[in-house]
Each structure stands twice: as structure tokens, then as C-alpha cells.
């Protein structure tokens, strides 16, 4: 009877042994194709991602012109912070030709809002609003592409659609609205990514449409087969 229990717990032993080395190879070698091995990931001809960016090129002729005209006009004054600077939301989509070239588009929206005064009175009583809806084919330059960090620079050149407005608490019936077409632009100089294969999130620093700095996450698809 004794012998019988020894050897079973001499199997068990060695079931549970291989197990959890099999378990261990098995981890070892997710952490390997994650994390090791060649430094570039697999080629995904596809990515599409969504960003987030600040200080938007809002301080250009046309909105300038709308506000310097609405100052005059109605004796309006800010305290000069953060004057003209937007924000924009951009959902990309690029195919990449090359590991290292893709070509694609944003589609995205900017907004700015200033608020003034006038000078008689110290309250805000009057907004000055723009929005531009804009699309930017965009060239993608990728110059690392690790499995786990990247670095790439994009320059694109589009088309927008701009909408000014006045908002006042004090000229109620004298609001001024305009709407232009206006060409639509981003240079990222520097872009950063990081993350798993397929999942990144993005980092850019540029001057456009975009925003000088955003964020922002990718997603990768339409594998390669073959090729690393």
C-alpha cells in the first residue's frame, strides 16, 4: 500500500513538475514574440487611431480678421491668455505602402473659443467661437518601428470648412457669422509610439490643424503573412 502511494505521488510529482515547466516555455516564449527576438514587428499594411490635440492653427488671416473686425467694432478686450488657441479631435487612417512609407488621411474638428470684454465693463459678456471641419491627405514617414516603440513624421496638406461667430449677452441682436473654405494643413516633426503590436498609443508634436502637441491611440491590422 505504501509502495502504491509513493508512486502515485511520484507521478503527480512529475505530472505537476512538467506542467509548470510547460506553463513557464509557455510564457517564456509570449514574452519572447511580444518583447524579443527580431526588433521589428510583423508588417501591417492597415492602422487607424484617434487623436486628441491642443494649440490648434486657429491664429491664422481669416479668424484674425473676423476677431480684429469684431473688436473694433463692439470695444471688445481679452486679457491676452491663451488668445486663439484650439482644440481638435482627428480620426486617421493610413496604408501602409513600405514599412517605412504610408499614405493616408485625417478627418477631424477643430474648435477655438476667446472670450472678451468690454471696456466700459470687467465682465465677460461676449464670445468670439470658430469650428473648422477639415480632411488632410497626409505622407507617413516611419523611421523606427520596434515591436514595442516607434518613431515616424507625417506632413499633410487638405482642405477645410470654417465657421466664425459672436455670442454677446450685451448685442444680442447684433451677432456677426461667417463661413469660408480654407486650405487645411499638419506637420508632425515628431512623432512617438509605444505599446504592443498591434495596440500604440501616439504622442506628436507639429504646428497645424492637428494641434502642436496631441495624443492618441492606433490600432494595426491586415497582417502581412510572411513578412516580419
Known amino acids: 500500500m505504501n509502495r502504491i502511494i509513493y508512486t502515485l505521488f511520484i507521478l503527480f510529482t512529475g505530472i505537476t513538475t512538467i506542467s509548470a515547466q510547460d506553463y513557464d516555455k509557455w510564457v517564456k516564449e509570449q514574452w519572447d514574440k511580444e518583447f524579443n527576438g527580431p526588433s521589428n514587428r510583423p508588417l ?67 474648435s477655438c473659443h476667446d472670450g472678451y470684454y468690454r471696456d466700459d465693463w470687467d465682465i465677460h459678456d461676449t464670445d468670439l467661437n470658430a469650428r473648422s471641419y477639415y480632411l488632410i491627405p497626409t505622407v507617413k514617414g516611419q523611421w523606427v518601428d520596434n515591436k514595442g516603440f516607434g518613431l515616424y513624421s507625417k506632413f499633410g496638406f487638405g482642405i477645410g470648412v470654417q465657421h466664425m461667430w459672436m455670442v454677446s449677452d450685451f448685442y444680442e441682436d447684433e451677432g456677426i457669422e461667417k463661413w469660408c473654405v480654407h486650405p487645411a494643413y499638419q506637420i508632425t516633426f515628431l512623432g512617438i509610439d509605444f505599446g504592443i503590436r498591434k495596440f500604440r498609443i501616439n504622442l506628436e508634436f507639429g504646428v497645424g490643424w492637428e494641434g502642436i502637441f496631441s495624443m492618441g491611440t492606433t490600432y494595426y491590422f491586415g497582417r502581412e503573412r510572411g513578412k516580419k
Open 44 to 110: 501591417y499594411r492597415h492602422e487607424i487611431g484617434v487623436t486628441i490635440g491642443g494649440a490648434v492653427a486657429f491664429n491664422n488671416k481669416r479668424y484674425l480678421s473676423f476677431t480684429d473686425n469684431a473688436k473694433s467694432k463692439y470695444n471688445l478686450f481679452n486679457n491676452g491668455w491663451f488668445e486663439h488657441a484650439g482644440s481638435a479631435l482627428s480620426i486617421r487612417y493610413f496604408y501602409h505602402h513600405k514599412r517605412y512609407l504610408a499614405l493616408g488621411a485625417s478627418v477631424g474638428y477643430a
